[in-house]
């Protein structure tokens, strides 16, 4: 499974920026793909999207 294309299409719709940073947790994407994905640096969370 490609994750970092799954988080990607799931995100804002489906997911927050929370569950994307579990994702990076989880080791399923790495940091600078949840910057890619959300816009910001890993660990910051979007208040708007907590």
Known sequence: MDWFKTVKRFY??????????DA????????EEY???VGVEY????EETQ
């Open 35 to 37: 910057k890619e994905i």
């Open 12 to 21: 804002p719709k489906y997911w927050t920026a929370s569950m994307v940073g």
């Open 24 to 31: 990076v947790i989880a080791k399923k994407i790495t940091e």
């Open 43 to 46: 660990p910051n969370i979007p």
